[in-house]
């Protein structure tokens, strides 16, 4: 299965629209890759607080309608990272969409942990309540996005809910990026599966962004990394190494805590 993470400088003087096309061009690129996946909040900047209302769309706004587009004309799974979702029911929502490659929407994940410690995303933005999983011929997509890496506990949901390969779409600080790449490999590790995390490059709002995307393997070897600019990100993945991993090292046979109803020996 061929990756390819597409590292976006969140220009702040590039307009919303210019960027739609611009990311749009890029993803058609990638023709020939199994699945695409692009960073988190990428048409305003994760960090760009004041934006978040101006640019917030319906779910089927502008963006995704570009973002389908661009899967069916590459012919690509396209994790097309996240938007500023306007529910007209509700708040906003950072919201995650996944294209088939015939352009069908296939899965939208709302996050579940919002960043800002009161303040920022965690007041203006609702939380998600679902998880999400994606099945694509090759293997099951978990659905994460940025401040969702922190939490373990989600993740290892997902391996219930039957995820082998760990997507996260974030807008990373460059100052935490040490975090970025442990909490990368840490998850990859004691979920034995692939993490594919894809961030964005550049200043935003004031905030320098970490880049350095990272595809980790179930052993938390790093197969690919991106530097700090703008850039695609493109490996070759063995699908199959998930359940070898697993069967080679059965570390999650023997989990106790958790489990429902729990495990006692």
């Known amino acids: 299965m061929r990756a390819s993470l597409i590292q976006i ?29 692009l960073p988190e909040l990428w048409t305003t900047g994760a960090f760009a607080y004041e934006r978040f209302a101006v640019e917030a769309e319906p779910l089927e706004g502008p963006t995704f309608e570009a973002m389908a587009k661009a899967a069916s004309d590459a012919g690509v799974w396209l994790h097309a990272g996240s938007i500023p979702e306007r529910d007209p029911e509700g708040p906003l929502y950072n919201t995650a969409l996944v294209f088939s490659p015939s352009g ?19 007041v203006l933005m609702g939380a998600g309540q679902d998880l999400v999983t994606v099945r694509l011929p090759e293997t099951t997509l978990g659905v994460t996005t940025c ?45 034995q599966a692939f993490v594919l995390a894809c961030g964005t490059a550049g200043t935003h709002a004031g905030v320098p962004q970490a880049g350095h995307s990272i595809v980790v393997d179930p052993w938390g070897e790093v197969l690919a990394e991106a530097g700090a600019g703008e850039q695609v990100l493109t490996v070759d993945l063995d699908p199959a190494r998930v359940a070898a991993t697993r069967e080679q090292f059965p570390a999650l046979k023997d989990r106790l805590l958790g489990l429902d109803p729990p495990v006692r020996r």
């Open 9 to 37: 400088d969140v220009n702040e003087n590039e307009s919303v629209e210019a960027r739609r096309r611009r990311v749009s061009a890029l993803v058609r690129d990638q023709a020939g890759a199994d699945l695409v996946v």
């Open 104 to 122: 069908e929407i296939a899965a939208a994940y709302r996050k579940i942990h919002r960043f800002g410690f009161d303040k920022g995303e965690a």
């Open 147 to 191: 401040y969702d890496l922190r939490f373990p506990e989600l993740f290892r949901a997902l391996v219930d809910a039957g995820a082998e390969t760990m997507v996260v779409s974030a807008g990373w600080p460059e100052r935490r990026r040490a975090h970025w790449t442990l909490l990368a490999r840490a998850r990859a590790v004691e979920n």
